[in-house]
């Protein structure tokens, strides 16, 4: 028996060896991409993503390419970074496009500057809105590749609205809008509130929204700085304390992003902000007439964009990288990204993509479609700094505070921007 | 070479593949924690350098890591004496002669086969503010709702509350395996000598059970620092870190703040305190528990 194992062992070395030799033509022709991504919304995502990558390897024969889903944002990054530091091929990735920095610092990630050759991917590259282009675009060198984008949008019951005799064409536009009519949209025993907005998981996301809105934003471009106590910034957590509190139109403490989704479709608040991401999950659940609308303004209109983009990672082979940016034409390219936004409500990335014929008969038909769309000219970039994940997180840690009602908002605002400024002082 | 010495290096030879398994995986990781711990963060721009305690001063400095390990004292707290208890309670009432018994211990054991993640996410619905389980039967008798875990006083107490109730079912079977192999005799010898049920219970169940009850405590005590899956569906330790653990703080560190040396300075922590508890365990309560 231990005869006939080993004479097996032997040839399944010999086989190993020969088919390794003989396999070396073909693995010069072919290119093998791996890729992980992120899915953070509701619905069966996974499937379109298949889809079009079953796509593109039937129009590009040559390329091989394994998309791995990876779970939400960061488990996605912690996946590709372990997979790099381990030397596992991993080309390219949808990742955070908050995690620019990051992925600099780590020397993960490589500019698209340095991949495009011709002027017609220099075109390319400036064929995206360029809202969506600002976390990507760190010291004059483009990094990331706008793909799952999104903005807050406001999701609001329209039926909701008709019986307490509002117009449910004419959503809020401003604050002091929002809070009258949450006021008559919330029953007094708490079946229904009149707006919700998460303070889980994303905080900082939705605060970014409330301080643009009230003409603040909440860091530099370069990513060294941040403004979390100044007086706009101060005042804009002051109002989301008080929705609770004063305007009793918010439930008290903080309010979970997995499950709101679920509190809205059960009809328990009338409004909620939301990443457009949700929008075609909530079309189809929802069994109520429901309006989309832009955020309501303060002092201007205002949203961050948030989402994930294409990097490339910078330990890849000529022909991988030319194959990655092929991959990443095919994906954002305008038919795509319009069958990505009607499959999805992320945002079609570039001007041209509201120009297809499918994107155009989508939004005609369902008109909430193309909010995102025309609130990107009021969008800010999602907060993004060196040290990215605790800056954000102090911010987090005090939103919450301040909403749980333990810490008012300048102490709390003051105490998160000292503690930035000490992580942030040795990048300046 | 002496017989004597053949069969010791027969002996290494046996223990080596084991050996090497958890060198590799326990020691070495153990020892190199403690080394990552004395150095600084390293990045492209600015390598590693070697920092000897900073680490452990910023840790003492750091007011999350105070706040995240009382949390898990409290947790601690919270969950084992009363998974325990309930554990036995469970255990005595699945013993005794009732009907549909076998389903009921089913039914008890049901929560320890679900995974911790799928529990999870169970509870997050119940604990959600209004369209919950638990708001809804509130709201059947007129009481109000709560915002279970968005309000930093009652996040901790409901993942104990979950916890627990995922525990005890898992150390019921423990229970009930020791209680079944206590012979019947014993119970009808101390009806004899005039024993009533509870001083039975007291005098002669629990100290033969201590055995299984030291076992039970050391891994609800392993359980409370290293159970940390819900967190990540619940709550991902806030509001404000105010349900925030030891090990979640940790990830958190290494890998939304890629702090490596400084989550290596946690870990360490983190093994000095297990490595106390089970010290404690074995050498104070080890003497007390009555093996037969």
Known sequence: MFIGLRKAARAAAVAALCGSVMSVPAMAKDVELTMYYPISVGGPLTKVIDDMVGEFQKENPGVKVNAIYAGNYDDTRIKALAALKSGQAAQLSVLFSIDAYELMEQDAILPFDDVVETDEDKAWLASFYPGLMENGVIDGKTWGIPFQRSTIVMYYNKDAFREVGLDPERPPQNWDEMVEMGKKLTKPDGSRWGVMIPSTGYAYWMFGALAKQNGEVLMSRDGKQVYYSNPGVVEALQFWRDLAVTHKVMPQGTIEWGTLRQNFLEGKTAMMWHSTGNLTAVKNDASFDFGVAMLPGNKEPGSPTGGGNFYIFKNTTPEERKAAMQLIKFMTAPERAAKWSIETGYMGVSPASYETEALKAYVKEFPPAAVARDQLQFATAELSTYETGRVRKLLDDAIQAVLTGSKQPKAALEEAQAQADRLLRSYR | ?292
């Open chain 2, 1 to 292: 070479m002496t017989s004597s010495r053949l069969n010791q290096v027969y002996g290494w030879l046996l223990l080596l593949p084991a050996a090497v398994l958890l060198v590799a995986f326990t020691h070495y990781p153990t020892i190199r924690t403690l080394v990552d711990s004395t150095f600084s963060k390293s990045t492209a721009t600015r390598p590693a350098r070697f920092v000897g305690l900073d680490n452990y001063a910023m840790l003492l400095d750091d007011p999350v890591f105070w706040q995240v390990a009382v949390n898990n004292l409290i947790f601690a707290l919270g969950t084992i004496p009363a998974s325990i208890g309930l554990a036995l309670v469970m255990a005595l009432w699945v013993n005794g002669k009732l009907a549909g018994r076998g389903f009921l211990r089913l039914a008890y054991f049901t929560p320890t086969i679900l995974p911790m993640v799928a529990v999870a996410n169970i509870w997050l619905f119940f604990y959600t503010p209004g369209i919950g389980l638990i708001d809804q039967v509130l709201g059947l008798f007129g009481l109000p709702g709560r915002n279970w875990l968005g309000d930093s006083a009652t996040v901790l107490p409901s993942l104990i509350v979950m916890t627990v109730w995922k525990e005890a079912g898992f150390f019921m079977i423990f229970y009930l395996a020791a209680l079944q192999a206590i012979p019947p005799e014993l119970k009808e010898a101390a009806m004899l000598e005039g024993a009533g049920r509870f001083t039975y219970l007291r005098r002669v169940l629990l100290p033969l059970l201590m055995p299984t009850t030291l076992f039970v405590l050391v891994n609800a005590v392993l359980n409370s620092f290293k159970l940390v899956d819900h967190l990540f569906i619940l709550t991902k330790g806030g509001p404000n870190n105010a349900s925030s653990l030891l090990l979640y703080y940790i990830y958190e560190n290494a890998f939304s703040f890629f702090d490596t040396p400084y989550a290596a300075t946690l870990t360490a922590v983190l093994l000095a305190v297990l490595a106390l508890l089970a010290a404690g365990q074995f050498l104070i309560l080890d003497k007390r528990v009555h093996y037969r």
